[in-house]
């Protein structure tokens, strides 16, 4: 029966993550069905859609997980500094639109701010960077993180492409419903890679404390 226990737990566990990031895809599919029938200021997927500010919370999420991550065990601060800070200048990044109306550039600045913050973060914690960088290339996380960030920066704004969407619809301009659905498609597709970043940002969590959990059971059993 403890044999059985042994290999129960860690289905169950799998189970439960397969179930909550369900959810969670589920959750962005119900977001994207609310922006197809909600009209606001700046059109259908705009910027005050359902679907850019959930990018802005799941990007901003992961930012503060991977810094939480890095006060939880002090031997993997500094890579998780410099994740959280990565993450923090993605989540200034989405928000341009809304520093534009404080001044023109603002973004870049705030950005920059952020970027020389985490640097001076990395640099005091880099006994901590390299190696867990190195054993984060090894685990099932960094595929979902890969997988995330190539979504981001790579496939969905190629997907997103006007000519594209403009051969697809046969139109000469995007605008009214058309420029909809070029939206649609280019802003849920960055919804999902913003989705994967955090599950990643989550599964290397879950890591973390699995194997924190593991070296305090056995350090009780060896006392």
């Known amino acids: 029966m403890q044999a059985n226990r042994q290999y129960l737990i860690p289905i169950a566990q799998a189970i439960f993550r397969v179930i909550f990031y369900s959810a969670i895809l ?8 609310l922006d197809s029938v909600t009209l606001t200021d700046t059109g259908k997927f705009g910027e005050n859609s359902f679907t850019e500010w959930s990018q802005e919370i799941f990007i901003l999420l992961s930012s503060i997980l991977y810094f939480t991550l890095g006060r939880y065990d002090r031997s993997i601060t500094g890579f998780t500094g410099m994740l959280s800070g990565i993450a923090f200048m993605a ?20 950005v920059l701010l ?19 960088f190195y054993d984060f290339l090894g685990l099932p996380a960094f595929g979902v ?12 704004r190629l997907f997103g492409r006007g ?23 280019e802003e849920g597709t960055e919804l999902l890679g913003y989705a994967l970043l955090f599950i990643g940002a989550l599964e290397y969590g879950w890591y973390i404390y699995s194997k924190r959990e593991t070296a305090a059971i056995n350090s009780h059993a060896i006392d």
């Not at 989540?91 to 705030?110: C, D, M, P, S, V």
């Not at 952020?114 to 867990?132: D, G, K, S, W």
């Not at 993180?145 to 969905?156: A, E, K, N, Y």
């Open 26 to 33: 589920f959750g962005i599919g119900h977001l994207i069905y």
């Open 91 to 110: 989540f200034i990044r989405e928000f341009n639109n809304y520093f534009h109306t404080w001044f023109k550039g603002a973004w870049q600045l705030f």
């Open 114 to 132: 952020a970027l020389i913050l985490t640097v001076i973060y990395v640099y005091r914690n880099r006994q901590t960077l390299v190696r867990p």
């Open 145 to 156: 993180t890969l997988s995330g960030f190539i979504t981001v920066i790579v496939f969905s």
């Open 163 to 185: 000519t594209v969407w403009r051969n697809i619809l046969e139109v000469e301009e995007l605008f009214g419903p058309t420029r909809w659905v070029k939206n649609a498609a």
